[in-house]
């Protein structure tokens, strides 16, 4: 017999998507069918899901980017996007739908909703996102990756952590070496917005560190298509041994062997930097409209495993004066190092999982708001209310 029937929504972000491939991985263990419903632009980042997971595009637009036109016309690709997900879950209808947010999420639980089926969502930033937040009264458990997470009044949300993917479960809690006398390990990640900032301001900043530093080490910078080539002339113009690409499949590594990250605060790059366990300066994303970068880093800065530059003060001089106050500090990299760790949730699949199992046997389709759903989130983890407490715990 067919195991139930899991539909996840997801937009056309690796932060979406990842934590997304996530959960498919733990419910196919589990024994369910999983289906990915995404629009073109998430189907790029669908290559990492089990093979046993169909992917289903649907029709979807956002509002806030493309001409007059594109605007226009985009409720309408939305609506479309919306019947054939109403259609095909006549055809195989869903134990649960969950979103994980991003435009391309809007048809199947809007679908979900009309046909009054279980459904819940999980927001990895701790600011919801626009999709997120119009659905968040409309499902019956939210998930929230982390915490405090800024909830609409009324609603619940219960804190499970963010899913990461296998590569990075199987390095958790990687035992960590501190920065010395011999090569070390420095990655450099933007993420897939914002990564050009990064690569005009940290080679300079390597090349301005102290001789003794500079020669140890080993720089891995992920860098836009466009500004490979003018990155690697950057180090090589200093010496510097560094492998630049646009995307390394083998990041789960890297971090187990970096000795220090340069990250922006995205919640993927967050939740792996705190399943493995390693010091990072934070960059948050300015042009995030909901500044959720900054909200993301707060828990690291304030457990004091990560330093946060604010892009409007981020410059050469400012970033190697940081970048080698934790190398040239062992025992305070250490601290960092397991300060990381400890706000880490290894089990946030785990514990999301659960949520969906729980809430397919409730059979619940109806509730009022998130707060209808929190016996799907029973064990999960801290909860809290939104409105004055902001989803604090």
């Known amino acids: 017999m067919a195991g139930p029937l899991l539909v996840i929504a997801a937009g056309g972000t690796g932060g979406h998507m990842f934590p997304a491939q996530a959960l498919a991985e733990a419910m196919v263990r589990r024994g369910w069918r999983v289906k990915l419903s995404t629009d ?3 189907a790029r980042y669908a ?6 997971v169909r992917v289903e595009t649907v029709g979807s637009a956002t509002f806030a980017r493309g001409g007059a036109a594109a605007k226009a016309a985009a409720p309408f690709v939305i609506a479309g996007g919306v019947a054939a997900s109403v259609a095909r879950m006549l055809r195989d209808r869903p134990a649960v739908v969950v979103g994980f947010g991003g435009y391309p999420s809007i048809p199947a639980l809007a679908a979900a909703t009309i046909l009054r089926l279980p459904r819940m969502i999980h927001e990895q930033n701790a600011v919801l996102g626009r999709v997120n937040r119009i659905f968040a009264p409309r499902v019956q458990a939210l998930a929230c990756g982390a915490w405090p997470t800024e909830l609409p009044a009324g609603v619940r949300g219960v804190h499970t952590g963010n899913p990461v993917r296998q ?4 390095r958790a809690g990687a035992p960590y070496i501190p920065p010395g006398d011999y090569p070390m390990s420095l990655v450099v990640i933007g993420g897939s917005q914002g990564a050009r900032i990064l690569s005009d301001v940290v080679p300079a900043a390597v090349a301005a560190l102290p001789e003794a530093l500079r020669r140890n080490l080993r720089v891995a910078h992920q860098a836009r298509e466009e500004d490979v080539a003018r990155v690697e002339e950057a180090y090589a113009g200093a010496g510097i041994h560094a492998e630049v690409r646009t ?21 993927s790059t967050v939740a792996d930097l705190t399943v493995i366990g390693r010091p990072a300066i934070l960059i948050p994303y300015a042009a995030a409209i909901r500044d959720e970068q900054t909200a993301n880093a707060r828990g690291l800065v304030e457990a004091g495993a990560a330093i946060l530059i604010p892009e409007s003060r981020l410059a050469a001089a400012t970033l190697s004066e940081q970048i080698a106050l934790v190398l040239e500090t062992p025992e305070g990299a250490v601290r960092m190092a397991h300060a990381a760790l400890a706000l880490g949730r290894p089990d946030a699949t785990e514990r999301l999982a659960g949520m969906v199992e729980a809430l397919a046997g409730t059979g619940a389709g109806t509730g009022a708001g998130a707060g209808a759903g929190a016996g799907a989130g029973a064990g999960a983890g801290a909860e809290a209310r939104g409105g004055a407490a902001k989803g604090q715990a």
């Open 247 to 267: 995307f390394f499949h083998d990041i789960a590594r890297r971090f187990s062997e970096a000795q220090l990250v340069i990250a922006r605060a995205g919640a």
């Open 47 to 52: 290559g990492g899901f089990p093979h046993v």
């Open 40 to 42: 073109a632009r998430g």
């Open 167 to 170: 590569a990075i479960l199987d």
